[in-house]
Every structure is written in C-alpha cells, then in structure tokens.
C-alpha cells in the first residue's frame, strides 16, 4: 500500500501542470493538450515506478527513489536533477497558498492592485512565512517515505480520485438530468459506473491507506528506524 501510494502521489502531483494551459488563445485546445499531457504522464510515471520497482524491490526502495541508487555518482548526479524541479514546485506551492493567504487580507482593499508599501511587505512576510513553516515541517518530521504515504491517503484521495468523480456525477447530472446515465446509454452507463468505482477506490484510500500510513509509522518509531529531528541522517528510508 506504501509503496503504490508513493507512486500515487507522484503521479498525482504533476495533475496541476496543465493548469497554465487555461490561459490559451484558443480554448478549443485545452482538450488535446489535457490528452496529450494526461497520455504523456501516465506512460512516463508508469514506466519509471515498474522498472524502479522491478529492479530494486519494495523491501530495498527508499523514497526518493533515487535512494535506491548503489553508486554515489550516479545518486549525486539523479538528486542533480530534482533540484530544478523541487525549487519550481517550492515557488509555485508556496506562491499560491501565499496568495490564498494575501487575498483574504487584503480582499476590497487598495492593496490588491497597487504597488503599496504594506502590500509588498505583506506579501515578502507571508512568503517567509511559509517557507520557515515548511522547512520545520522537512526537518521534525524524520520519515519521508510515510510522510508521502500519509499525505497522499489524507489529500491526493479526495484531489486524485473522488473529486474528479463526484466532479463527473454533478456535471452530467446538471447537463442532462437525474438519469443522466439511463438517457445517455451505454455512453452514461458506463461513465457512471468508472466514476464511482473512482470514487470507491479513493474513500479506500482514504481510510485503510490513512491507517497503513500511520500504523507504519508506528511501527517506525517501535524499531526506531527513524533518525532524529533537525539531524543529518538520512529519512529517506
């Protein structure tokens, strides 16, 4: 369960790239490129959690997975890479909640399109902020592994899988009435039951993955194969 949920929250995460793509010129291609990308991303991640798993096994992944790397060079120059993509993901996680946070200050004032001193002071101080609170949170929390496992049964759940299906169930219940799925035909069946087998699978999540998630740390701790808060030691394990 750990593992497919590290997975999960893997793939599930990069969901939020096509969000830019709203802004085209032509709306009409929003469709091929969520597709295209949708496509892109369940081949790539699927393929790199198969091989990575076949290779190294459930009992000796770590998360990361480039963990699993036995040759330190080729572990520093794998970690190399995350750099890029853990800075771009830092600002732009931290940029929205920021923003969240900045526009329920500042709602209906003047701050909220002008260049005003309380504005971009605001705005530096709800960023560091956020950043020192994540960084407290990277570094009390020695057990990244379940930590993925714990976040992904708690969020990606609902962000991942249940949202989308009730997200379904309401729009073709709005389009086309109570019996959507009666008036649609093999079209309406079929999407109606995928989505509540969606649904089913992330209320499955949701609870027995929240309690795998916490019994294995748990269990962590009882062994004591968790390193110390604000320490070197590695929590990737």
Same mark, same amino acid.
């Given at each position: 369960?750990?593992?497919?949920? @590290? ?18 010129? @032509?709306?009409?291609? !929003? ?48 970690? &190399? ?13 931290? &940029? ?9 200050? !500042? ?25 020192? !609170? ?24 609902? !962000? ?34 995928? @989505? ?37 030691? &590695? @929590?990737?394990?």
């Amino acid at each position: 369960m750990n593992a497919f949920m @590290n997975i999960s929250y893997t793939f599930i995460g990069q969901i939020t790239i096509p969000s830019f793509i709203a802004e085209m010129k @032509n709306p009409k291609d !929003f469709p091929k490129a969520l597709w295209a990308v949708t496509i892109a991303e369940v081949i790539l991640f699927s393929l790199v959690g198969a091989i990575v798993y076949a290779y190294t096994g459930t009992q000796y992944n770590v998360a990361p997975a480039f963990g699993s790397l036995g040759n330190e060079v080729y572990k520093k120059v794998s970690f &190399s890479f995350m750099i890029p993509t853990l800075i771009f993901l830092g600002v732009l996680y931290a &940029s929205v909640s920021a923003r969240f946070v900045y526009f329920r200050i !500042f709602a209906g004032t003047r701050h909220m399109g002008s260049h005003t001193v309380v504005g971009w002071a605001s705005w530096a101080a709800i960023l560091a902020v956020t950043w020192l !609170f994540a960084f407290i949170i990277a570094e009390v929390i020695p057990f990244f592994s379940d930590l993925l496992s714990l976040m992904s049964s708690l969020f990606d759940s609902f !962000f991942g899988f249940i949202f989308w299906g009730v997200a379904y169930l309401r729009m073709r219940r709005a389009d086309h009435g109570p019996g959507f799925w009666k008036v649609r035909g093999i079209r309406g069946m079929t999407g109606y039951v995928f @989505n509540i087998i969606l649904i089913l699978i992330g209320l499955l999540f949701l609870s027995a993955g929240t309690y795998a998630s916490v019994e294995s740390i748990i269990q962590g701790y009882a062994v004591s194969s968790f390193g110390g808060p604000f320490s070197c030691a &590695s @929590n990737g394990v």
